[in-house]
């Protein structure tokens, strides 16, 4: 049993949660998805076992995403899957309620921000702080961002893509888009049935990405064969993509991001453009490993850019450390 007072750091990613328990670290990684009957709309399961069944299940059972875009989509499942995992992590008797604090993208609004306090309130949460995402994402980097200086943070998650300048513990300028890792995703699905007339579904198109897919052309040099079911006959096939059309395939996505980067940089203050100069921009976050991507936006802003040690573990690490540093933020 844990002690009279426990707390727990909350990363409440479109893709995957990451629960950390002040002391132990991440104690559980597992994907957000929860899987329901259609029938008597009965949670079947949560997590990596509801991931399994992404595309493989009787007509009746779907495998539901209930954060979209960094936002909860579907409040009860929400509740229902942060209560899995809080009990996961503490065990069920939940004697001591504990003290949580989540992690929410930067651009959501007050009733977004609401919603999630809530749901983890009723999940069994005792109080419910929130961090948003570049700050968390710039502790769990490593970064001391209590210091009256610049730095850049680039977080891309499933659902998100948060820019922003971090400066005495808070955010000076942040921008947030809706175009992330499953948005990379989305679009090789739709490159591969426009050119191939092929299906593929979002784990195959996942899976490309991270064999294959690149930031530019000429970034790597490899290719995948993919299976899918032809659109024309109904019959599967099989196809060879490389990572030059993968890179194509990425184009329009990852120009928005290098364009929401240029702009966060232009509303810098001088000081702090200066400070991230010399410091270079962070890069974290599942979505911010795409191959050559740190590369592209170091050429794009002639600023170093480099991928934290552990990307898909920052956000996490960090929502962990701003339990301990709360007093002080």
Do not use: W
Request: a negative charge; one cysteine or more; charged letters at 25%.
């Amino acid at each position: 049993m844990f002690g009279m007072s426990m707390s727990v750091g909350i990363d409440l990613g479109t893709a995957n949660v990451l629960v950390y328990v002040k002391g132990k670290g991440i104690v559980l990684r597992e994907p957000s998805v929860v899987a329901v009957d259609k029938d008597n709309d009965k949670i079947l399961a949560i997590g990596a076992e509801a991931k399994e069944m992404i595309g493989r299940t009787p007509g009746n059972i779907v495998a539901i995403r209930p954060l979209k875009d960094g936002v909860i989509a579907d409040y009860e499942m929400t509740e229902s899957m942060i209560r899995h995992f809080l009990e996961k992590v503490i065990g069920r008797s939940f004697l001591f309620r504990p003290k949580v604090m989540i992690c929410v993208p930067t651009g959501v609004n007050a009733v977004e921000k609401r919603a999630v306090q809530e749901a983890a309130e009723q999940a069994g949460a005792k109080r419910t702080e929130l961090i948003e995402e570049p700050i968390a994402a710039a502790l769990g980097a490593g970064i001391d961002i209590s210091e009256p200086v610049g730095s850049m943070v680039i977080d891309i998650g499933g659902g998100t893509c948060d820019v922003a300048v971090i400066s005495l513990g808070g955010i000076v300028v942040g921008e947030s888009l809706r175009v992330a890792g499953d948005k990379f995703n989305s679009d090789i699905e739709f490159y591969i049935k426009r050119e191939y007339n092929l299906m593929i579904g979002e784990r195959t198109a996942e899976n490309i990405k991270i064999e294959v897919g690149a930031a530019y052309p000429g970034a790597r040099n490899k290719s995948i064969s993919v299976r899918g079911r032809d659109v024309v006959s109904g019959l599967p096939k099989n196809i060879n993509v490389s990572s030059d059309e993968i890179a194509g395939a990425l184009h329009d996505s990852v120009d928005n991001i290098v364009t929401c980067v240029k702009n966060v940089l232009e509303k810098t203050p001088p000081e702090l453009a200066s400070d991230i100069m010399d410091h270079g921009i962070i890069l974290t976050g599942g979505g911010a490993m795409l191959y050559g991507l740190a590369d592209l936006i170091r050429t794009e802003t002639n600023i170093p850019a480099m991928l934290a040690d552990d990307p898909l573990s920052c956000v996490a690490l960090g929502t962990g450390k701003a339990i301990e540093f709360s007093k002080k933020l």
